[in-house]
């Protein structure tokens, strides 16, 4: 089984930062994809950014909303990404996701979508 643990949530001023971390850990023969994504109350959870493995390395992809603010990064040794969020807005509040794309080592043919159990962001003015 696999699990994804989200952490470093939390209430911050508008302006400030936070590191958000996940965590994948279970029977993992090799992650492809690792991502975050938010829901704030009363919308859809949408894309916040992702990170693909290649051959040389990552690509990775960002909302529009967040461009220049996010920076996400992976540790493959540690099965972990992290999500660095800086100059925070009002509009950032929301639970944000992790989601693993992954191939387990039962199921070395197979791609499973792992999620998170998310992590509160609140920004305040």
């Known amino acids: 089984q696999v699990q994804l643990v989200e952490s470093g949530g939390g209430l911050v001023q508008a302006g400030g930062s936070l590191r958000l971390s996940c965590a994948a850990s279970g029977n993992i023969l090799k992650i492809n994809v690792m991502g975050w994504y938010r829901q704030a109350p009363g919308k859809q959870r949408e894309l916040v950014a992702t990170?693909?493995?290649?051959?040389?390395?990552?690509?990775?992809n960002y909302a529009d909303s967040v461009k220049g603010r996010f920076t996400i990064s992976r540790d493959n040794a540690k099965n972990t990404v992290y999500l660095q969020m800086n100059s925070l807005e009002r509009e950032d509040t929301a639970v944000y996701y992790c989601k693993a794309i992954l191939k387990i080592t039962t199921s070395p043919d197979i791609s499973y979508m792992y999620w998170g159990q998310g992590t509160q962001v609140t920004v305040s003015s």
């Open positions: 990170a693909t493995s290649t051959t040389s390395g990552h690509t990775t």
